[in-house]
Structures are given as structure tokens and as C-alpha cells.
């Protein structure tokens, strides 16, 4: 069973930055996908970025590239979201997702599983 949990959430202003952290175990090194999500008020939950482990490939919503950076550290069996020149409507609730393929993970959002979830508020 894979187990997600993450950090690294909180409130900044409008072109701060912030890192979520998100702590995996149970995956299959080199071959599943670790991604994040985010879901704002009101609105469905949607794709931010999506990296497979142990790799370089990674993905990204058109809305934040050049400003996210998706990473890893493998002896750490963590991913990180580097997070810069926020904007107020990256506000949401930010969730690590994982799945066996990345091709299922971020192209139809199939999670095999969800973390909790940790708060980004932007403010203007």
C-alpha cells in the first residue's frame, strides 16, 4: 500500500514562493508516477505536475510552467513542488497523487492513491 503524506503548505503574497513536500512509500521505484493535484473552491480537482520516479520525465499544466518545478529525492523517497511567482489563483488545496503509470495519472487523473491534501493560499 502506498502512503502519501504531505507538507510545505501555507500563505504567501502574490510572486512568493513556496515547496510542498510530499513523503511516499510503498511505490515502485523507476516505474510509478508521484504527481500533484489541486482543487480550489467550487471547482474540480486538476493536474499540476507529474513526474515518474526515478526518471526525468516529468509534466506540467500549461499554467505553470516556468513558474513550478516538480522534483525528487530518491534517499528521501520524497517529491517536492517548487513553487515561484505564485499567483492568487494558484490558491487551493494541494494533493500527491500516485499511480502505476503516468500516462493513467495525468492524463485521466487515476490515482491509485490520494494524500490528504495541504492548503496554498496566495494572497494579492
Known amino acids: 500500500q502506498v502512503q502519501l503524506v504531505e507538507s510545505g503548505g501555507g500563505s504567501v503574497q502574490a510572486g512568493g514562493s513556496l515547496r510542498l513536500s510530499c513523503a511516499a512509500s510503498?511505490?515502485?521505484?523507476?516505474?510509478?508516477?508521484l504527481g500533484w493535484f489541486r482543487q480550489a473552491p467550487g471547482k474540480e480537482r486538476d493536474r499540476v505536475a507529474a513526474?515518474?520516479?526515478?526518471?526525468?520525465?516529468?509534466a506540467y499544466v500549461d499554467s505553470v510552467k516556468g513558474r513550478f518545478t516538480i522534483s525528487q529525492d530518491n534517499t528521501k523517497n520524497t517529491v517536492y513542488l517548487q513553487m515561484n511567482s505564485l499567483k492568487p489563483e494558484d490558491t487551493a488545496m494541494y494533493y500527491c497523487?500516485?499511480?502505476?503509470?503516468?500516462?493513467?495519472?495525468?492524463?485521466?487523473?487515476?490515482?491509485?492513491?490520494w494524500g490528504q491534501g495541504t492548503q496554498v493560499t496566495v494572497s494579492s
Open positions: 497523487a500516485w499511480g502505476p503509470r503516468i500516462s493513467s495519472l495525468w492524463n485521466r487523473g487515476e490515482a491509485a492513491n
Open positions: 510503498g511505490y515502485r521505484y523507476g516505474s510509478d508516477a
Open positions: 513526474i515518474v520516479t526515478g526518471s526525468e520525465i516529468t
